[in-house]
């Protein structure tokens, strides 16, 4: 087989050259040509880091220092960064020389991926391949009103399932939506609120509810039972459930999907993507029920209704396939499960020392720590001043000395929030968490003590939340 001749030392396109020698605009670049806002609130808050490199759930400056992942890319890297096994698949798929998306054929690995994800998830039958999570989500929406004849969808309070137009018309989060109307036919029920899910199913359009099993937006799982009892009334109402497991599946929660820790749940559509990539290359995927698949690919005029450009491409697929054969290889899941326990026993047992901290919550490595008014009137006269100004002022002061002091690098869970969700890669260990810990109590008796460097960065963020009004 012949191949193109290497490029010729001093032509051809350089990465690493590039990057040596544009690298350090990276803030500039952005500022320029992209988000505008990035680069500022990176400054802001003092994440504005040049890291060189990043290997399982680390990164690294140039300088050599090392910062632990708490939020493995909002869920991407659940193998941490740079998994051999992963980068080895990917790398093996290009040296290959594959007739990738030729249209006119049927390559094994689409196939070979479906066939191992579907294991996971014995009831359902079928995969349609996109490329991102909101995709996964836009195709459930497409197929749950094509299949049951009826227009309007129902989803949770404070959701979050993406931001496209179908995706983001059923997101709970006003700030997300506003000014994108009009959107789809929607409308918004109570995580766990059985009598206004039967209220909306009685009017007879609803072609389904799409709901994650445990919301990112501030870590809240649905109450226990709820999903069982609200799949069975979708289906006496002849609509169906769609469950979101783009960030909760593969893993996330302690089992392969964070449903399946409800005996009796049995999702119509399932949407999958994030830790499916092995933090590679980008995939999601729609698990379904064969009959929904059969109503919208009803024959061969309607092959492609549905498809994606660089859906099911070889580089995505053997990143899938190499993601699940490590996640088995190494019993991911069941470490996951133990070292999350773990996690959440540790942080838990902080609540009854610390005031601030109201709840600790989540399942497996999907951890909610939230935060809540003081009772002492010292620490009172802070949090007011706090919340005055902006809620969610108090995480972000936590966040950020958690950067700046220890190198840990987390998130506040959602805006006007008082919670920061922790999603590493699954593959963190009994040091990590020992690492965070320390870290976190440190924090957290900085806060009590009611003055010193992290209330005087709490006056400077309620100064930035006024100006900004």
Not at 48 to 63: L, M, N, W
Not at 419 to 436: A, N, S, W, Y
């Amino acid at each position: 087989m012949s191949r193109p001749p290497e490029p010729r030392s001093g032509t051809g396109f350089d990465l690493a050259a590039l990057l040596a020698r544009r690298g350090a605009e990276r803030y500039e670049l952005q500022e320029r040509y992209l988000n505008p806002q990035l680069p500022r609130m990176l400054h802001t808050i003092g994440f504005d880091k040049f890291y060189e490199r990043a290997e399982g759930p680390y990164f690294y400056d140039a300088d050599g220092n090392q910062y632990l992942d708490m939020l493995a890319g909002f869920g991407i890297f659940a193998l941490g960064r740079h998994h051999p096994v992963v980068r080895r698949a990917v790398q093996q798929v290009m040296d290959l020389d594959l007739p990738d998306l030729t249209r006119f054929d049927c390559s094994p690995l689409p196939g070979l991926l479906a066939e191992k994800l579907l294991a996971h998830t014995p009831h359902l039958d079928r995969v349609f391949f996109g490329n991102s999570g909101t995709e996964a989500v836009e195709t459930a929406l497409k197929f749950a009103r094509y299949a049951t004849g009826r227009s309007r969808v129902l989803y949770c309070d404070h959701a979050f399932h993406g931001l496209t137009t179908g995706s983001l018309s059923v997101n709970g989060e006003t700030g997300f939506r506003k000014g994108f109307d009009p959107l789809l036919p929607d409308t918004a029920v109570p995580l766990g609120d059985l009598a206004a899910l039967e209220r909306e199913l009685r009017r007879g359009d609803v072609a389904a509810l799409i709901v994650e099993p445990i919301q990112g937006k501030g870590v809240h799982a649905a109450p226990p039972g709820w999903l069982k009892a609200a799949q069975d009334l979708l289906h006496r109402h002849k609509a169906l459930l769609i469950c979101d497991e783009v960030q909760t599946g593969i893993g996330r929660t302690g089992d392969f999907f964070a449903y399946q820790h409800e005996e009796g749940v049995e999702p119509d559509l399932v949407c999958a993507a994030k830790a499916l990539s092995g933090g590679y290359v980008p995939v999601g995927a729609t698990l379904g029920k064969d009959w929904i698949f059969r109503a919208v690919y009803s024959s061969m005029d309607r092959v492609l209704v549905h498809s994606a450009s660089f859906g099911s491409n070889a580089q995505a697929m053997a990143a899938g396939l190499a993601t699940l054969q490590v996640m088995e290889d190494e019993q991911v899941v069941a470490h996951t499960r133990r070292i999350g326990d773990l996690f959440r026993g540790r942080l838990a047992a902080l609540v009854d020392r610390y005031e601030l901290l109201a709840d600790v919550r989540g399942r497996g490595l999907m951890i909610g720590i939230e935060f809540g008014r003081p009772r002492s009137l010292k620490l009172r006269t802070g949090w007011a001043a706090l919340q005055a100004a902006r809620k969610g002022l108090f995480a972000q002061m936590v966040v950020v000395p958690l950067m700046q002091r220890h190198r840990i690098l987390t998130q506040v869970s959602g805006d006007h929030l008082e919670v920061i969700k922790l999603i590493p890669p699954l593959t963190i260990t009994e040091r990590d968490v020992d690492r965070f810990v320390d870290a976190f109590t440190e924090v957290m008796d900085d806060a009590h003590r009611g003055s010193g460097l992290m209330w005087d960065f709490g006056r400077t963020l309620v100064k930035q939340a006024v100006a900004n009004r």
